[in-house]
């Protein structure tokens, strides 16, 4: 993303305060540091077009930047911007909107609308057999053990990267066979079954791998600990994923969400309902969940 150099004492203030408003009301970490970042592009626009102050936005105003983000050219790759990434700024107008509305008691016209992409049936996902030739890959290692573990989450599970990364060790709630998902996509929390095998997995790996990794001194409560004893990062458990799909053989390119898809994929095969898959992977709308549909009819 370009850097903004903001001149408007009120621009400048108002992002600060959008970055902590998001903080206390507990959004993701990620979503605390990106939306801020476009409000400051949103803001620059703003200020290119002579509007300094909250109080002077119009609805034009909302409805040009939107254009103008439609039309801009990607800063990463050749081309204009994703969907999801359009679909971004707009969400961050109405969080901007109610933000405002909260704490001055203004309101800023936003009427845009998200923009729906065509239903993509082209995702990577893996077959059940080559889901084993992973499993397989794992050895007995301290990490190894670990690496069946983040598979019973991520892929017997279901859980995004996040979702996966955020796990506390009272998260796993051995007993009732349930992983609680604390950290999920818009602050939806929910409880995820976890099948015998699983969470004998991870059970592995609570008691007799991670105590290896982390030292005897070490307070962290992270379920998923990296080389340094620490919390893992989304990073590390990408290049264990890609590690393990090398050593298998497999030539697909993958990553973690790609066991997420998979799983969902399987499930509806083996006949699960559309509605408890989407309540797997805390889809709020079935037709997050639809995708499935489409990606099994292709592979059958």
């Not at 050219?73 to 909107?97: D, F, Q, T, V, W």
């Not at 053989?249 to 559309?274: F, N, P, Q, Y």
């Amino acid at each position: 993303m370009q850097t903004h150099h903001l001149r408007c004492t009120e621009f400048i203030e108002a992002t600060m305060n959008f970055k902590e408003w998001l903080q206390v009301l507990g959004y993701a970490g990620t979503t605390v540091n990106s939306l801020p970042s476009m409000l400051k592009e949103f803001f620059f626009f703003l200020e290119k077009q002579a509007v300094t102050s909250i109080a002077e936005i119009q609805r034009e105003h909302t409805e040009n930047y939107i254009t103008y983000i439609r039309n801009r050219k990607n800063s990463r790759r050749p081309g204009a911007l994703g969907l999801s990434h359009i679909n971004r700024h707009i969400e961050l107008l109405y969080k901007l909107k109610e933000h405002i509305r909260q704490t001055k008691q203004i309101e800023i016209p936003v009427i845009a609308r998200r923009m729906k992409e065509e239903r993509k049936t082209d995702q990577v996902v893996l077959t059940v057999e080559e889901v084993k030739q992973i499993y397989h890959a794992t050895d007995e290692t301290p990490f190894g053990i670990r690496d069946r573990a983040m598979l019973a989450v991520y892929y017997g599970c279901g859980l995004r990267k996040s979702e996966g990364i955020n796990l506390e060790l009272s998260d796993v709630l051995f007993d009732r066979k349930l992983l609680y998902v604390r950290k999920a996509k818009n602050n939806h929390e929910r409880y995820v079954p976890v099948t015998t095998a699983n969470i004998k997995a991870i059970e592995q790996y609570v008691y007799n791998a991670r105590p290896l990794l982390i030292g005897e001194q070490s307070s962290e409560t992270a379920l998923f600990i990296s080389e340094r004893g620490r919390r893992s990062d989304r990073h590390t458990l990408y290049l264990r994923v890609k590690q393990l799909v090398e050593k298998a053989g497999i030539t697909k390119d993958i990553g973690m969400h790609t066991l997420r898809h998979s799983i969902a994929t399987h499930l509806l095969a083996a006949g699960m309902e559309l509605e408890n898959i989407a309540l797997l992977l805390g889809h709020k709308s079935l037709d997050s969940t639809q995708i499935y549909t489409h990606i099994l009819n292709e592979q059958l």
